[in-house]
């Protein structure tokens, strides 16, 4: 049998239901995965929500952006795994199962040795700040570089990339955070509240990058802090969308809208873009699967460390209490679910 986390309509934590279900068998090109880890992200809730981008109206529907797990089943004419193959994907929607089917060419190679939990961390958080960092930004060592949110999931990994990477790291973020992100080697942080954050933030001087993921309200602020040749990625909007729990035009196309507009502003100046990463995997699939590869033998050497909190998939009660937490923001690093107890 199939256990799965699902919806029946967009809305409140209490919508979550675990369903037991049969498993399905896979068609042409297909695997069927046991999953052992799959994701509990911000980005989850706005799945759950509703507001997530382009999300289609379509009952029920399984949460899960994605997964690490091992291969059960293979379909016909898969021949590029075997069983018993630890891989893993971004899916988007439908990890949050104990057996998940899909497509095998969308698939990447996991490491024995790395934790479920670790190793699922990478997928989204972990990737969206390497591709920003590396990708969009093109940041090299000894660069400084400007993070919004640095306590969050993708900023403090982003922190952690700069410390292995040898990049000087200026923060924003709650003042209960400081101790932990300059125990990671952070020298300046800045409490995001502070009437005064724009004249501290330069008096550190001017940045080779700057990743803004609070608010379309600040990206205009984040890009005049920029050297002449520097970089703002911007890369959401959860300012936006905290405590929101249901679907309104009002949020899913105006805040959308302002971000397009602030965006399409300043490329007439210095470089600016804004990072999605359902879009970058889909318009350079070979970046994705070299990044994850990079990212996964950095965690397998020790190169890099996770900072993840784990929960076990039957407690339906610990997973409605973490979607709300995620809701109200201040989750540090990651929660990933684990299936295997």
Same mark, same amino acid.
């Given at each position: ?7 029946s ?35 989850? /809730?706005? +799945?759950?929500? %509703?507001?997530?981008? @382009?999300?289609k109206?379509?009952?029920?529907l399984?949460?899960? #952006?994605d997964? &690490? ?20 994907a ?41 591709q ?7 940041v090299?060592?000894?660069? /400084?570089? +400007?993070?919004? %949110?640095?306590?969050g @999931? ?8 700069a410390? #292995?990477?040898? &990049?000087?790291?200026?923060?924003t ?13 952070v ?12 004249q ?7 940045y ?26 911007c ?22 809208l ?26 350079q ?17 020790n190169?890099?460390?996770?900072q ?11 997973i ?14 990651r ?7």
């Amino acid at each position: 049998m199939n256990l799965r986390l699902q919806i029946s309509t967009f809305g409140t934590e209490q919508n979550l239901e675990l369903i037991e279900e049969k498993r399905k068998k896979p068609s042409f090109g297909e695997v069927e995965i046991k999953v052992e880890a799959s994701s509990l992200s911000f980005t989850d /809730t706005l +799945l759950r929500r %509703g507001i997530y981008p @382009g999300m289609k109206k379509e009952f029920p529907l399984t949460l899960g #952006y994605d997964f &690490i797990g091992r291969v059960e089943t293979l379909g016909d004419g898969v021949t590029d795994w075997k069983i018993g193959d630890r891989v893993g994907a971004l899916t988007i929607k439908g990890a949050n199962s104990t057996f998940v089917v899909h497509s095998s060419k969308d698939l990447f190679y996991v490491p024995d040795a790395v934790k479920a939990e670790e190793a699922e961390s990478l997928i989204l958080s972990w990737m969206t700040a390497y591709q920003m960092m590396f990708r969009e930004a093109n940041v090299k060592a000894n660069n /400084t570089i +400007l993070i919004h %949110g640095a306590a969050g @999931g993708v900023g403090n990994a982003i922190v952690r990339l700069a410390q #292995y990477y040898s &990049i000087n790291v200026v923060a924003t973020a709650k003042t209960d955070d400081h101790e932990g992100l300059k125990k990671l080697g952070v020298k300046n942080c800045f409490d995001y509240k502070d009437t005064t954050l724009r004249q501290k933030l330069n008096s550190v001087g001017c940045y080779d990058a700057i990743f803004d993921g609070v608010s379309e309200n600040n990206f205009k602020k984040s890009y005049k802090l920029l050297k002449s040749d520097g970089t703002l990625v911007c890369f959401g909007f959860s300012a936006k969308v905290k405590n929101v729990e249901k679907i309104t035009p009002k949020i899913t196309l105006l805040s959308l809208l302002m971000v397009l507009k602030t965006v399409v502003f300043l490329f007439t100046h210095k470089k600016a873009k804004f990072y999605d990463i359902k879009r970058a995997k889909v318009s350079q699939p070979y970046w994705f699967k070299e990044d994850i590869t990079v990212l996964l033998d950095l965690l397998n050497t020790n190169k890099i460390k996770t900072q993840v909190e784990t929960i076990p998939f039957t407690d339906l009660k610990t997973i409605r209490a973490n979607h709300k937490k995620l809701t109200m923001g201040g989750v540090k690093g990651r929660i990933s679910i684990i299936h295997n107890q």
